[in-house]
């Protein structure tokens, strides 16, 4: 089993361009999470997905898109890609109300 | 909105100490969550609790639902074990987390 996977680690994109993370996991977990981390602050819900062909916003959806393509993968896309969304991604999934297992990170700089 | 707290922000210890992180949050949950997040990056699951306590190894986690507080502790802290923690409670009917902004714990040879 690998988990969660994440791609790319890591990225540098300039101000107004375009990317997509994958992110996939082998365990049939029905929930999905798209996450960010910044310095001094706790994680913080992007988008996330209870199941395949749903999705809802979290705490800081603006500037952000999702696809749960089926139940293993779950993209997060930046259409226009700004400073502020400079940090560090993670996804992570889980099944009903366990732990949630998460993906390694995918660290982006946005110039 | 919930409110998730962690104390200390940071914890510099001596190999063999034994070490305590608190947790404190503001609304009714059914579920605390402990973390471990080390200098790699990688986020890794250590505890999920609704009440009492659960040991693994060297570490404990406790939680008081009445007073909405939880600990982790660990013992015979070791330098492997710097790291950072994060607390994150999932609210009643709610599929989401909230976190703490995490302790960042070093421990000294």
């Known amino acids: 089993n690998a988990g969660v996977t994440q791609t790319p680690k890591f990225q540098v994109l300039k101000t107004g361009q375009s990317m997509t993370l994958q992110c996939a996991q082998d365990?049939?977990?029905?929930?999905m999470y798209w996450y960010r981390q910044d310095p001094g602050m706790g994680l913080r819900l992007i988008y996330y997905?209870?199941?395949?062909?749903?999705?809802d916003k979290g705490e800081v959806p603006n500037g952000y898109n999702v696809s749960r393509l089926n139940k293993r993968e779950f993209s997060l896309r930046l259409e226009s890609a700004a400073p502020s969304q400079t940090s560090v991604y993670f996804c992570?999934?889980?099944?009903?109300?366990?732990?949630?297992?998460f993906g390694p990170g995918t660290r982006l700089t946005v110039l | 909105k919930n409110e998730v707290e962690q104390s200390p922000q940071n914890l510099t210890a001596q190999e063999g100490e034994f070490i305590t992180i608190n947790c404190s949050y503001s609304?009714?949950?059914?579920?605390l969550h402990w973390l471990q997040q080390h200098p790699g990056g990688g986020i890794v699951s250590l505890f999920m609790?609704?009440?009492g306590k659960k040991k693994h190894g060297r570490l404990i986690a406790t939680i008081n639902i009445q007073e909405k507080h939880s600990s982790l502790h660990i013992t015979a802290s070791h330098p492997r074990d710097s790291a950072v923690y994060i607390c994150?409670?999932?609210?009643?009917?709610?599929?989401?987390?909230?976190f703490g902004t995490g302790t960042r714990l070093t421990i000294i040879p």
């Open positions: 992570a999934s889980n099944h009903r109300v366990n732990e949630q297992f």
């Open positions: 365990m049939n977990h029905n929930s």
């Open positions: 997905s209870a199941s395949e062909g749903t999705t």
């Open positions: 609304v009714g949950i059914s579920a």
């Open positions: 609790l609704s009440s």
């Open positions: 994150a409670v999932k609210e009643r009917g709610n599929e989401k987390l909230t």
